[in-house]
């Protein structure tokens, strides 16, 4: 079945504690992203990659962190989570032949 | 600035009351349009693409529709399952891998 997938789904953590969520994708695409949802503000784009080794910016990246050392995963690490990235998180994926993407089930992440 | 804006926030409409939901949005120049469903807890899903205006796009209960300037959703005799937050995204002609999402419609279906 094609998907996207991630871990956690819930995670719990204090201020400071250096935390990865994996992303996963099984459709060989080359276009992977981060979003960030919270209420009103709709899903904002943190980082995406175009392929292997090429990252960039979105429009929310401060705090956070990504890899793509291969073509199927894409972690989002937060190095020193704040109250601020408390948040439910979205990874996505698409193809190079199409537009659309494809969202993983979300992370929620509480941090206290 | 590139933005879209959907109205209205919330919709409550019995069984079998058609209505419309609708995308406006403000781009330089568009690649693509794009309809989501997402259901509470889960992964938003993807329901259509509209590239151009005057294009439409069935499936269902829905149809979507898209104009220069908005799209609409229009659901046609809703079932209850049809109760999600239906999300609209634009992918504009700038930046590499942008997507601007609006902040969705809540739709509830009373049986």
Redesign the interface.
């Known amino acids: 079945e094609a998907q996207?997938t991630q871990n956690p789904r819930y995670l719990i953590t204090v201020t400071g504690k250096k935390l990865t969520v994996t992303c996963s994708q099984n459709m060989n695409h080359e276009?992977m992203?981060w979003?960030r949802q919270d209420p009103?503000?709709?899903?904002?784009?943190i980082y995406?990659s175009?392929n292997v080794e090429v990252t960039?910016k979105?429009d929310v990246p401060e705090g956070y962190k990504v890899s793509r050392k291969e073509k199927r995963n894409f972690p989002l690490i937060l190095e020193s989570p704040s109250p601020n990235q408390t948040s439910l998180y979205?990874c996505a994926s698409r193809g190079s032949s199409?537009?659309?993407?494809?969202?993983?089930?979300?992370t929620?992440l509480t941090v206290t | 600035e590139d933005q879209v804006t959907q109205s209205p926030e919330a919709l409550r409409l019995q069984e079998g009351e058609s209505s419309s939901l609708n995308c406006s949005y403000t781009v330089s120049g568009l690649r693509g349009l794009f309809w989501y469903r997402q259901d509470p807890g889960k992964g938003p899903e993807f329901l259509f693409t509209l590239y151009s205006a005057g294009e439409e796009k069935e499936k269902e209960r829905l149809k979507a529709t898209l104009t220069k300037k908005e799209s609409f959703l229009h659901i046609t005799a809703p079932k209850p399952e049809d109760s999600a937050t239906y999300l609209c995204a634009v992918r504009p002609t700038s930046g590499t891998y942008k997507y601007i999402f609006g902040t969705g419609t809540r739709l509830k279906v009373l049986a």
């Not at chain 1, 199409?98 to 979300?106: A, D, R, V």
Request: no cysteine; proline share 4%.
């Open positions: 996207v276009y992203s979003y009103g503000l709709g899903l904002r784009q995406y175009m960039d979105g979205f199409s537009y659309e993407q494809y969202f993983g089930p979300g929620r």
